[in-house]
Antibody
Framework: EVHLEESGGGLVQPGGSLRLSCAASGFTFNSRWMHWVRQAPGKGLVWVSHIKSDGTGTTYADSVKGRFTISRDNAKNMLYLQMSSLRVEDTAVYYC??????????WGQGATVTVSS | QFALTQPPSASGSPGQSVTISCTGTSSDVGGYNYVSWYQQDPGKAPKLMIYEVSKRPSGVPDRFSGSKSGNTASLTVSGLQTEDEADYYCGSYAGSSNWVFGGGTKLTVL
């Protein structure tokens, strides 16, 4: 069964850091591009970041560029999002998702990140 | 706020058809045949319903169909069923390994 499971969410103060992890199983992780997508409470989906299958290429939304870093460990079937200089507006549920023909066909259940003092 | 524009709400009665639009620009929707649609139930993760404008993943009913004309993509749900009530989001590849989403449409089955 295809499965993604995020972990590492929590409450952090503005300016703090947090690392999200995403464990993949049931598919060939090392052949898939992967994404992080977030959703603020009561709001829509926002694309955050993308990484190519071998980790050589990464892109970021302007709102997180320079503060967030996406990475992966194909040997462990893991995807990561290192978040630093966190802002109140980064508060959201963060989903990891797998890419299929430029659509996102497999999603985790989400990790909640709350940035508040 | 969102790169792609969707109507905030849509509705229809059981058995009817409803179409949700998604308007972008020539840099995203109009520039690539990589439009996707997602269904999201409250408190759940999104589910891919359409990819590459009009293709359905395995298991998605053929009542769901997608199309595109110029900078506007559309999702049509035919033969509405009560379980179709959900939020729907469009997404598009925007070039240079960037993606964008719409603000979402709440579909109500009356």
């Amino acid at each position: 069964e295809v499965h993604l499971e995020e972990s590492g969410g929590g409450l952090v103060q503005p300016g703090g850091s947090l690392r999200l992890s995403c464990a993949a199983s049931g598919f060939t992780f090392n052949s898939r591009w992967m994404h992080w997508v977030r959703q603020a409470p009561g709001k829509g989906l926002v694309w955050v970041s993308h990484i190519k299958s071998d980790g050589t290429g990464t892109t970021y939304a302007d709102s997180v560029k320079g503060r967030f870093t996406i990475s992966r460990d194909n040997a462990k079937n893991m995807l990561y999002l290192q978040m630093s200089s966190l802002r109140v507006e980064d508060t959201a549920v963060y989903y990891c998702a797998g890419d299929w023909a430029y659509g996102l066909d497999v999603w985790g259940q989400g990790a909640t990140v709350t940035v508040s003092s | 706020q969102f790169a792609l524009t969707q109507p905030p709400s849509a509705s229809g009665s059981p058995g009817q058809s409803v179409t949700i639009s998604c308007t972008g620009t020539s840099s995203d929707v109009g520039g690539y045949n990589y439009v996707s649609w997602y269904q999201q139930d409250p408190g759940k993760a999104p589910k891919l319903m359409i990819y590459e404008v009009s293709k359905r993943p395995s298991g998605v009913p053929d009542r769901f169909s997608g199309s595109k004309s110029g900078n506007t993509a559309s999702l049509t749900v035919s033969g509405l069923q009560t379980e179709d009530e959900a939020d729907y989001y469009c997404g598009s590849y925007a070039g240079s390994s960037n993606w964008v989403f719409g603000g979402g449409t709440k579909l109500t089955v009356l």
